[in-house]
């Protein structure tokens, strides 16, 4: 079976911390690594991943892929309380099927 | 665009009833999938389509059925509804096999007593 493990499955920060989610995943017909992010509706994109070592950022969110290790993180700063959700991340394959890991949930307090 | 589509948002089935769930993207995308979600996991595919006239199972695909006349639609069927499909159904589309990021509806949460 094809697996995809994120770590932790949840967390609790205050606002302004910094959280950083693992994302592990198994080489059998990789294609890219992405990330969603999910608010009690369904799951919205935020990276995807193809290459080692290039970071992709958007705003407070970065991601980076680790090829070799075949791992991605999700790092996300100065964290605010819209950030809370439940992040999602998947390994895309060259059948164009996805798999998802089971996501880890996160919670900003204020 | 409305993008992906899904109805009805909120069903309640008895056992052994039937019912079919409605997908629609107006992208043209080729790739449309149907997944679940169980309360604190992941998203696991139950069917996907490549394009008309194609489909073939993903992990899950027990209980279900799936068609795909049109590009634009792809219909999930429940025959004999048991308490295990209780769940959110997602479907999602993406436009190719080169680029795996996927477009999802808002839902549809199912559930059978």
């Known amino acids: 079976e094809d697996k995809v493990v994120q770590s932790p499955l949840s967390l609790v920060v205050h606002e302004g911390d910094t959280v950083t989610l693992n994302c592990s995943y198994e080489v059998t017909n990789f294609r890219s690594l992405l990330w969603y992010k999910q608010e009690k509706k369904a799951p919205t994109f935020l990276f995807m991943l193809?290459?080692?070592?290039i970071e992709k950022k958007s705003g407070r969110l970065s991601s980076i892929l680790d090829k070799k290790e075949l791992f991605s993180i999700l790092n996300i700063t100065a964290t605010q309380t819209g950030d809370s959700a439940v992040y999602l991340c998947?390994?895309?394959?060259?059948?164009?099927?996805?798999?998802f890991g089971d996501g880890t949930t996160l919670t900003v307090k204020p | 665009n409305a993008g992906v589509t899904q109805t009805p948002k909120f069903r309640i089935l008895k056992i052994g009833q039937s019912m079919t769930l409605q997908c629609t993207q107006d992208?043209?995308?080729?790739?449309m999938y149907w997944y679940r979600q169980d309360p604190g996991m992941g998203l696991k595919l139950i069917y996907y389509?490549?394009?008309?006239?194609?489909?073939d199972k993903g992990e899950v695909p027990n209980g279900y059925n799936v068609s795909r006349s049109t590009t634009e639609d792809f219909p999930l069927r429940l025959e004999l509804a048991a308490p295990s499909q209780t769940s959110v159904y997602f479907c999602a589309s993406s436009p190719d096999d080169w680029n795996n990021e996927q477009f999802f509806g808002p839902g549809t949460r199912l559930t059978v007593l």
């Open positions: 193809t290459s080692s070592g």
């Open positions: 992208m043209n995308h080729n790739y």
């Open positions: 998947a390994k895309g394959t060259n059948a164009g099927k996805s798999t």
């Open positions: 389509s490549v394009g008309a006239g194609i489909t």
